[in-house]
């Protein structure tokens, strides 16, 4: 290509904020543009990545912004200052044409250091209510990129794009039912729920379902349960005790398997994971993590709520009042696949593609 551009994507620290980055990375690739990937130095990251060694990657120092008063603040801002002083190395080396932040603190180090460098600089926002960090980022990008329309109010002085959330291209590939069944070691002739938190899972989604798996005992269903590292083993041992048919692992890195076998999920309600149940028109009950920022994930699943797609429920409640839920969805087909064409309804459209259109007609 030879109007070929060299792009620095920042994101990472969450799936939330590498998942969409790296859907962006693979499109400006397939037209021809160099990217450099910018991600954290936390494990998830490093998980995400290490079947990739097509992708050109970095590790940015960053952890994301305390209080103001609390004593993490000194690491915090000698992290973040590393992280300016890294990126502007790279950039020196690289030397991007543009830098895209994806969100979270790892991607204001970069958008920073591209400011002092004078390089342009957009961001992407998938919650319906944006961070801390993306509400500094958006102070000093020349556009802000947002997934759901709900939150194009919070950046009053910025010009703003309605996008959607991208999806990895991954997520998009042929697949196998019964292969993918039978490498799991699951049935094919049983419903199949599918239990996950965020990218490093949930405890408490994890201790509901533990507790009400005795109602399933006897039902023509099995699960797949992602746990987070912490609790593997014990909610492998629950389910080895109950004879239920499951598989369970901390993470797994080809969702996309998940999704395409899976009739029912139960989940947080991170914005890119949201993103990808609407590309599998996944029917979900959804419990948002109750300490998330800006209360951002229960805001996120009322939008699911309201179009019909999702129930939502507080992590207060009683875990019957899941386990019956579950129940529910399982035996009322006709609700649950009403539920699928509502979610499948709320996909974006080619978000990738859109924001790779506007960042090369913006450098053009």
Do not use: W
Not at 336 to 351: C, E, I, N, T, V
Request: aromatic residues 8%.
């Amino acid at each position: 290509m030879t109007n070929a551009l060299h792009v620095a994507v920042a994101c990472g620290g969450t799936g939330g904020h590498l998942f969409p980055g790296i859907a962006v990375t693979d499109v400006l690739r397939d037209r021809g543009h160099e990217v450099l990937l910018l991600i954290s130095e936390k494990e998830i990251d490093e998980l995400a990545v290490h079947k990739r060694s097509d992708l050109q990657t970095a590790k940015i120092p960053a952890i994301g912004m305390p209080r103001v008063l609390s004593p993490k603040i000194v690491t915090f801002t000698l992290k973040f200052l590393t992280g300016i002083a890294v990126c502007r190395r790279l950039f020196n080396s690289f030397k991007p044409n543009v830098v895209l932040g994806m969100g979270g603190f790892t991607s204001t180090g970069p958008m920073l250091a591209g400011r002092i460098s004078g390089i342009p600089g957009f961001i992407h926002e998938s919650n319906a209510v944006p961070g801390k960090a993306n509400r500094l980022n958006a102070r000093i990008a020349g556009r802000v990129f947002v997934g759901f329309s709900e939150c194009t109010s919070y950046f009053p002085k910025a010009a703003v794009q309605v996008t959607g959330t991208p999806i990895r291209k991954s997520l998009q590939r042929h697949l196998d039912r019964d292969q993918i069944v039978q490498t799991l070691g699951l049935k094919p002739d049983l419903s199949t729920v599918l239990i996950m938190g965020g990218s490093q899972g949930a405890h408490g989604v994890n201790e509901k379902v533990l507790t009400v798996l005795h109602r399933f005992t006897k039902r023509r269903v099995q699960f797949i349960h992602l746990t987070g590292k912490v609790d593997q083993q014990r909610v492998y041992e629950a389910y080895q005790k109950e004879g239920i048919p499951s598989f369970v692992t901390a993470f797994y890195y080809r969702m996309e398997e998940l999704y395409f076998i899976a009739n029912l999920v139960v989940a947080r309600s991170g914005a890119a994971s949201l993103t990808e149940f609407a590309y599998f028109g996944l029917p979900a009950i959804l419990i948002p993590y109750p300490f998330a920022a800006e209360n951002h994930q229960s805001l996120n699943a009322e939008i699911f709520a309201k179009a019909g797609a999702a129930i939502v429920v507080n992590e207060s409640v009683s875990e019957e009042i899941i386990g019956s839920l579950i129940e529910q969805l399982l035996n009322d087909k006709d609700r649950a696949h009403l539920m699928s064409q509502k979610m499948r309804s709320l996909a974006p459209s080619d978000a990738a593609e859109r924001i790779a259109d506007i960042i090369e007609k913006t450098c053009k």
